[in-house]
């Protein structure tokens, strides 16, 4: 299990900050288990085709769980059926999203229910409405997303401009099947991340394996956001929330001709009989700009450890560089100027003496402070073992300490960038009065 958690992620009672995103037709109650079980929040998605029994089924993998779930559902879907909402409150999750919609009706049906509510949003207006109505989290949902949505701004401008101007937990959606997206989109200051296409093709997926492998085979470029299937399908989904999908002959054909195509029934019917024989030349199958990431079938709980692995990696190895680099300066600085005091010590005059006396509890507490961010950050990395200084101090100033502290930097970035064992203290070389010039000459030369 990874590290890598936010402050929500903990309030909600998780250890990794990705939730599976609801899928309808793909994320069901399995996929949610699974999600869960390995420390997201596993969502169970109703989408377009469906309906209070539906969710009933899929709900029936996730009664053993002790974990936390939610359930996602579409605006226009529960409004058509809103005994779909109900048993959605009654199963109790942990969140509950409603997203497409202008209706924040079922926020407070939520809250008076003890469950957070949360809605996708596809710019920073939707955000502010969203807040504004009550929602507990916000997911900034980029344009580069699978399935529907607003296909207007892409993730990162979204999620940097909701986090900069609201004050609510932000989770990232759109493209970020990737370590190196979730760490990005954590870097910038989001609570978590709502991962769609990443799962799409895990085992515990509704898909059927012949759309698992067309997902396997994608490339970044082979997706388009479009209203095609929806309008073939007479589903009722708002014009500003096409959807994003494997392009295929059906979108190469009528992707551009949406007019022409809702008075084709020949096409409907053909639409409908290849989703009913599984046959994506023709049937949509939903999936982001990220599906070129994916490239095994593969349980969900290794898609989590694997993106928390790198994205940690990432994340606090940026931290790492950043504190190394700036106690390793502060050291510098510090050393200098107990250089100088050791100098004015052995031949100045008797006030520099006393200067380099009174100077030196504050090094030594400087030298330790430095050292304690480093081991920290090693202790990080290495997920709560590493290095812890010695009782009382290092005592690596002194006379000859200056090239210690500086071999030990040395060994902490080497070690800390590659992974290897710390240096031990007790072994570090000694360092003769004859090393003083050419030490201070090549710290002069860094720090001025
Ligand atoms: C296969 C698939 C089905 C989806 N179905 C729904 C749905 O039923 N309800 C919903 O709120 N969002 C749905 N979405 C959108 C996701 O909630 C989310 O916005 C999207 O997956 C994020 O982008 P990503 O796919 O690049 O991770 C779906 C997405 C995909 C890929």
């Known amino acids: 299990m990874t590290t890598l958690s936010t402050e929500w992620w903990r309030a909600m009672g998780l250890a990794a900050p990705i939730v599976n995103a609801p899928m309808g037709g793909?994320?069901?109650?399995?996929?949610?288990?699974?999600?869960?079980?390995?420390?997201?929040?596993?969502?169970?998605?109703?989408?377009?085709?469906?309906?209070?029994?539906?969710?009933?089924?899929?709900?029936?993998?996730?009664?053993?769980?002790?974990?936390?779930?939610?359930?996602?559902?579409?605006?226009?879907?529960?409004?058509?059926?809103?005994?779909?909402?109900?048993?959605?409150?009654?199963?109790?999750?942990?969140?509950?999203?409603?997203?497409?919609?202008?209706?924040?009706?079922?926020?407070r049906r939520a809250h008076d229910a003890g469950i957070a509510a949360a809605t996708q949003v596809g710019d920073l207006r939707a955000a502010a409405r969203a807040v504004e109505a009550g929602c507990d989290v916000v997911i900034a949902r980029g344009a580069e997303g699978g399935g529907h949505g607003e296909p207007t701004v892409g993730t990162l401008p979204l999620l940097a401009a909701i986090l900069d101007h609201l004050s609510v937990p932000v989770l990232a959606a759109g493209g970020v099947s990737s370590g190196r997206a979730l760490a990005a989109v954590l870097a910038a200051g989001a609570s978590g991340a709502w991962l769609g296409t990443a799962f799409c093709a895990c085992t515990e997926t509704l898909l059927s394996d012949k759309a698992r492998r067309a997902l396997l085979a994608a490339q970044d470029t082979d997706t388009v956001s479009t209203r095609v299937f929806d309008i073939a399908q007479r589903y009722p989904w708002p014009a500003t929330f096409p959807e994003r999908v494997l392009r295929n002959r059906f979108t190469d054909r009528w992707h551009g001709h949406e007019q022409e195509l809702s008075a084709e029934p020949h096409a409907q019917q053909a639409l409908a009989a290849a989703i009913a024989a599984d046959d994506h030349r023709l049937a949509p199958i939903n999936a982001g700009q990220g599906v070129a990431m994916l490239r095994t079938v593969r349980p969900a709980a290794e898609v989590i450890d694997q993106l928390c692995a790198e994205a940690a990696h990432l994340v606090l190895g940026a931290v790492i560089t950043v504190a190394a680099r700036a106690a390793r300066r502060d050291l510098q600085i510090r050393a200098m100027a107990m250089l100088e005091a050791h100098d004015g010590g052995l031949g100045g005059s008797a006030r520099e003496r006393r200067s380099a006396e009174r100077m030196w509890p504050a090094v030594v507490a400087i030298e330790q402070l430095a050292y304690r961010t480093l081991?920290?950050?090693?202790?990080?990395?290495?997920?709560?073992?590493?290095?812890?200084?010695?009782?009382?101090?290092?005592?690596?100033?002194?006379?000859?300490?200056?090239?210690?502290?500086?071999?030990?930097?040395?060994?902490?970035?080497?070690?800390i960038q590659t992974g290897s064992a710390p240096p031990r203290l007790d072994q570090l070389p000694p360092f003769g009065a004859a090393e003083i010039t050419t030490v201070r000459d090549s710290l002069v030369r860094e720090i001025y």
């Not at 997201?40 to 377009?48: D, H, Q, T």
């Not at 009664?63 to 409004?79: H, N, Q």
């Open 26 to 107: 793909v994320a069901g109650g399995a996929l949610a288990a699974a999600v869960s079980r390995a420390g997201g929040l596993g969502m169970v998605g109703i989408g377009s085709a469906g309906c209070a029994l539906v969710l009933d089924e899929q709900l029936g993998h996730l009664r053993e769980l002790d974990r936390p779930f939610g359930i996602g559902l579409v605006d226009w879907v529960i409004a058509s059926e809103p005994q779909l909402l109900t048993a959605a409150i009654a199963a109790n999750p942990a969140l509950l999203s409603v997203s497409f919609g202008e209706d924040f009706s079922w926020v």
């Open 375 to 415: 081991a920290a950050c090693w202790a990080m990395e290495r997920g709560g073992g590493g290095v812890s200084a010695p009782e009382g101090g290092l005592s690596l100033f002194g006379p000859s300490g200056v090239a210690r502290f500086t071999t030990l930097l040395d060994e902490l970035s080497t070690a």
